[in-house]
């Protein structure tokens, strides 16, 4: 029986169906919700308390200083979360590959991600597999699944085997019927694990967290004591209040989140200029971090590939 593949018809009625091949999609942060996250940790949650409280005890010059600092540094992270996610989307664009297939009895080229279940693709060595598949046809087929299971070598596949997405053809040549593509796919699942898992806060934040709550446990005592102290000696009320807020205000450290801001962005430059790509300033903590790295054997956390670096001439 003679294998036509789908019709362009049947093709998009599927994709119009199961959506594109693609992992994700990604989660669209809007920018009140970025703002939100910044304004999350405890130290800028005492800034804004700050803030609000030198309005109210008439201190605006104060009140004013306050909130620039809480800005700027609102501002700083912001653009580096937008120029990482811009630079990644960049990157998307450009690693899209494109996948053969067969559509109507005939040869097709068309971008991995519009590759459908019922596809049948094309393979040959060098090619990137666009989804989960099984072999119809194996010509001395060879791929290379080192992302999924960490082993360098290729495996040779024959007939009926399957191969799944994002592996890599080796050696031959062969023909596949696509049994799952994007989120249903094997790599598809593994992203989906990821992208449900809780991190933890890094040791900057928990640092940062935990002097936070003790300057606001300090500051309390002191304010406590003070207020107490001058209800003892008949000081009017509206002198202890301006008092005690004065001592609250002046106790918080409102330098401390730019200056944590600037130094995690001087990181991020220095490893823009290696290449890095860094989408989240506390990933350059966590990485600055890290003491060990263990890992099994080589080739898995390479990309498992022989290139060229430079040719001594003979003569």
Known sequence: MK???????????????????TIGPDKKISLAQRILLQLKSPVTLVLLTATIVSGVVGDLLDSIAILMIIVLNLGIALTQELKADATVAALKTLATPLARVLRSGKKKEIPAAHVVQGDYLIL???????????????????????????ESLPLEKQSDAMIFGATLVTTGSGMAKVTATGMTSEVGKIAQLLTESNPDKTPLQLRMDESSRLLLFISGGIVIAVSILFLIQGQ????????TISLAVAAIPEGLPTITTLALTLAVGRLSKRNAIVRNLMAVETLGST????????????TGKMEIREIIGTN
């Not at 036509?4 to 998009?12: E, F, I, Q, W």
């Not at 009017?236 to 008092?243: A, C, F, K, T």
């Open 124 to 150: 040959d060595a060098g090619d990137y597999i666009a989804a989960d598949a099984q072999l119809i046809e194996a010509f001395q087929l060879s791929v290379d699944e080192s992302i999924l299971t960490g």
């Open 3 to 21: 294998i036509t593949g789908l019709s362009d018809t049947d093709a998009l009625q599927r994709l119009s169906k199961y959506g594109l091949n």
């Open 291 to 302: 003491e060990i790295i263990c890992t099994d054997k080589t080739g898995t956390l390479t």
């Open 236 to 243: 009017p009320w509206q002198h202890i209040g301006l008092l």
